[in-house]
């Protein structure tokens, strides 16, 4: 069963990416000048004549555009990305360095986000009526309001101009002087931010399907059978928790797309500050490179929360639909 | 009734807004682009209410005039998104089988691609004014609204009186028109809203990263963008009140379709 449903999965993931690649090689053909000179930016006036040649071989640049994109995939298949037209350097290996605090940085904000949505979500779901339940329904809509980036301009002014305890940009460097405790204080500002902004409307997500979860019949004859109220909380918790994972699972683009922000406003040297640097300094092959690895991530998050619910709901592994 | 209140107090928060910003012409102090080098970063006072900005530019009229540019934009994207959202949404509801397969399969796909990236790569390539800038909003943000379109006319469709009037030989434009698409108006209507929201946070985040409207319009996005430098040198008042004002008007669009949503039909995004 789970072969099939695996299978399924990644074809949708291959979908994605393709699409993805499409977008990709349009930047190419829509890049100003020819698409060698896209490709290498900078560095075409240097080129010879015969490397010329080899990349309109390789490229199949002197054929329909058809075949252009197949080779084009073909050669971003093998991991060549092309070269920076800024920097002169490969992509893909400016793109490495750049995946550690990225990664870093969307772990770390997950981890929070996940952690903190479940405890608020669980103790104002389980009390319908109370404080909290009233409480987190208006701090979520009052949280989810926040441009993330303005609040990291308010954090900027409070913590790094007045107060000086934070470094206001940059992603530190753990074999700097600072060591590890001067990346963890780069990376405070940016991770709050994001967390402040996302983890009320996550914990309000999951609140709701408590209380729906809450109220079934099942819940009502465990309740009068007098099962503890720890043991109820446990079961209700995890059958909420699906539709929680994929509502997860639907805002992980968007999370994404809020990640790029915070990444450009504190300097955070991580894929999106990437993207951005490489829209306004016009770097296409950089550019196509970001995007095809935010593609790739997506597509691999999106497959990690779905096998958790796979783990989860014994209704998906009996083979019934989601 | 006490959420009878909210909702009154949310609309007219939002109702003064829009007030505010289209007759900015009338209510603002000083041309939004008069520049005075003399007068730059200064304070609020009673002079500028708001403070000026590094040109000295009064920020209480840039506030106004920039809001104007960016509920403009937010609107005409909506408005884009929404036709694009019902057409797609409809063929694939009410034909159903195979095209809706494929249809759905292609936007589920399109869903997990980052809006802002598809945006900031096509900026990169034509470098659009304000108006390029809503047509990309609007072709990226109707993904949602083709959704619960779709998911309406399916319920729609299998209602009695839809087969009564297909019995009946009803043209299809009429089933179409008067019966499908008019009963799901509430909960077109909320998805519009949130997605008029997600339009606002949209080109205030382009334009706060320099790549969305041109620096030469105002626009909040555009304030935050040069306020990232201007807090560095303590002048907080540049960055604060455009993020106030997108907060506000979030915060209130947010409340609004909150109260509208029909608390049977939880959640808006499935």
């Excluded at chain 1, 954090?155 to 405790?181: C, H, K, Q, R, T």
């Excluded at chain 1, 040297?269 to 829209?279: E, F, P």
């Amino acid at each position: 069963m789970i072969s099939k449903w695996v299978g399924k999965r990644m074809v949708m993931g291959i979908v994605v990416l393709f699409i993805v690649s499409f977008l990709s090689f349009f930047i190419m053909q829509a890049a100003p000048g020819d698409p060698a000179a896209a490709f290498y930016g900078g560095n075409a006036q240097t080129l010879t004549a015969a490397e010329k040649e080899r990349i309109t071989r390789a490229y199949a640049l002197d054929r329909p555009v058809a075949q252009q994109y197949i080779a084009w995939l073909g050669e971003t298949v093998k991991g060549n990305l092309g070269t920076s037209s800024k920097e002169g350097r490969p992509v893909s290996e400016i793109i490495m360095e750049r995946l550690p605090n990225t990664l870093l940085l969307f772990s770390v904000t997950m981890f929070f986000i996940i952690i903190g949505s479940i405890w608020l979500g669980t103790v104002a779901g389980m009390r319908e009526g109370s404080i909290w339940d009233k409480g987190l329904s208006t701090f979520s809509i009052a949280t989810s309001s926040i441009p993330a980036f303005w609040l990291g301009i308010l954090f900027i002014y409070f913590f790094a101009v007045s107060l000086g305890i934070l470094p206001s940009s940059g992603s530190g460097d753990v074999e700097g002087n600072g060591g590890v405790i001067d990346k963890i204080s780069h990376l405070i500002m940016p991770a709050s931010v994001l967390i402040v902004t996302h983890v009320g409307i996550y914990a309000r997500f999951l609140q709701e399907s408590i209380k729906i979860e809450n109220s079934q019949y099942y819940v009502k004859v465990a309740r009068a059978n007098g099962v503890t109220e720890s043991s109820i909380r446990k079961g209700v918790v995890r059958n909420a928790s699906i539709p929680y994972l994929n509502y997860i699972a639907m805002t992980i683009p968007s999370f994404f797309g809020g990640s790029i922000i915070v990444e450009s406003l504190f300097a955070w040297s991580g894929i999106g500050q990437l993207t951005v640097k490489a829209v306004t300094t016009k770097d296409f092959p950089l550019l196509m490179g970001s995007i095809m690895v935010t593609g790739i991530l997506v597509v691999i998050t999106l497959f990690i929360v779905d096998l958790i619910m796979y783990a989860m709901d014994p209704k998906m592994r009996k083979g019934g639909a989601r | 009734m006490k959420s009878r209140k909210a909702l009154l107090f949310w609309c007219s928060l939002l109702g003064l807004i829009v007030f505010l910003t289209v007759f900015s012409n009338m209510l603002a102090p000083f041309s939004p682009n008069e520049m005075n080098m003399d007068d730059v970063y200064s304070a609020p006072s009673s002079d500028h209410w708001l403070g000026t900005d590094h040109l000295g530019r009064d920020v209480l009229s840039r506030l106004l005039e920039g809001g104007k540019v960016t509920l403009a934009v937010a609107s005409g994207s909506v408005i884009l998104s929404l036709i694009i959202g019902i057409v797609y949404g409809g063929i694939s509801g009410y034909f159903g089988g195979l095209t809706d397969t494929v249809m759905m399969r292609l936007l589920e796909a399109l869903i997990t691609i980052p809006a802002l990236i598809i945006i900031l790569s096509f900026q990169a390539i034509i470098q659009g004014g304000m108006w390029g800038m809503t047509l990309l909003i609007g072709l990226t943000g109707w993904l949602v609204t083709a959704r619960i379109v779709r998911s309406e006319f399916i319920r729609l469709k299998e209602e009695e009186f839809v087969k009564m009037a297909n019995m009946f030989g009803t043209p299809v434009w009429k089933i179409l028109w008067g019966h499908l698409l008019q009963n799901s108006i509430p909960a077109i209507f909320v998805v519009t809203l949130f997605n008029f929201a997600g339009a606002i946070f949209m080109e205030v985040s382009l334009s706060f990263l320099g790549i969305g409207i041109p620096p030469a319009i105002p626009s909040w996005g555009n304030m935050l963008y040069y306020a990232q430098n201007d807090i560095l040198i303590g002048a907080w008042w540049i960055a604060l009140f455009p993020g106030i004002m997108i907060f506000l008007t979030i915060l209130s669009i947010n409340f609004i379709g909150e109260a509208w949503k029909n608390p049977k039909r939880r959640r808006v995004n499935d």
